[in-house]
């Protein structure tokens, strides 16, 4: 259970923890940053992200049931308040930011202001497996994101579980997908784009399920389809697919404000691996996604 066994660790790094400014994301643009929990094993540095989080924070994850799910909850909030102090300018230290939950629950940042300083308009997702935590971030437009182990475990076999969640289309393209280790991967893809979607609109599951609309995904071009009965959801988003070592990753993003003729423009996308406060790895940068 955390708090965590002290390690020795580099004096210096916990008496004034500093993050690199970083430059904000671009228009059409969305930034990731991911947190492998393996890679973190410093006891001292886990303390250390205890700190920056805020009491009901630091409640939440030791309520949970067990080390591994609590060093997963931590990193996630440690991921998020670094991640978007990163784009202050050291204007506003981790430990400062402030959230609120819209009416389903999307978290969303409550900006200090400060004078002769005009905040970014930040908005930012993140999800988590057990070996992975992700935030995505963008300026201006909305975004989600989902992260899923390439090989997760169904309790029953993939077209029984697509039957109950995904569109009747959805189910259909799988049907058609005879070989095994495929129809499974592209289960996985397909989960991690409609949760994307869902978590971009900020509405929660229980507000748009998954049957009610409908991903294609067909060659380098990725859009959703809304079914006409369907209430408060929309078309006018872009996803990235990301295939990392262990996982899949789904980014949606609202679309800009287009002109005529801008419709084509694509999603670019650049992900990083940190350990917050230790090093940062910039591992993709990807300029041709839809």
């Known amino acids: 259970m955390l708090p965590f066994p002290n390690e020795i660790f580099t004096r210096k790094l916990f008496t004034v923890p500093s993050l690199p400014p970083h430059p904000l994301p671009s228009p059409r643009e969305a930034h990731l940053w991911c947190i492998v929990p393996d890679e973190v094993k410093c006891g001292s540095l886990l303390n250390q992200y205890l700190k920056i989080l805020s009491p009901c924070e630091r409640q939440a994850v030791f309520g949970l049931n067990g080390a591994k799910l609590q060093k997963g909850a931590l990193l996630a909030r440690t991921l998020v308040r670094t991640t978007l102090s990163r784009y202050t300018q050291s204007k506003i230290m981790p430990q400062s930011l402030r959230f609120s939950k819209n009416t389903y629950g999307k978290p969303q940042v409550v900006w200090q202001h400060e004078e002769g300083w005009i905040p970014p308009c930040l908005h930012f997702n993140i999800s988590h497996s057990s070996s992975l935590v992700a935030c995505a971030v963008t300026v201006d437009l909305q975004v989600g994101i989902d992260v899923e182990d390439k090989h997760r475990k169904l309790k029953h076999d993939v077209l029984s579980f697509a039957r109950r969640f995904f569109s009747p289309n ?10 095994p280790l495929i129809q499974q991967q592209e289960f996985v893809k397909l989960w991690t784009l409609k949760e994307a979607y869902v978590k971009a609109l900020g509405r ?16 380098s071009r990725i859009a959703v389809e809304v079914h006409s009965d369907s209430e408060n959801l929309t078309e006018n988003w872009q996803f990235a697919l990301l295939e990392l070592p262990t996982h899949y990753a ?32 910039c591992i993709s940068v990807t300029d041709a996604v839809v």
């Open 204 to 219: 929660g599951f229980s507000a748009a399920p998954f049957r009610n609309f409908t991903v294609r995904h067909q060659e």
């Open 250 to 281: 789904s980014i949606c993003v609202e679309k800009a404000g287009e002109k005529e003729g801008d419709g084509n423009d694509s999603l670019k996308l650049k992900v990083w691996r940190t350990i917050p406060f230790v090093e940062d790895e």
């Open 170 to 179: 959805e189910v259909e393209f799988l049907h058609g997908t005879s070989d």
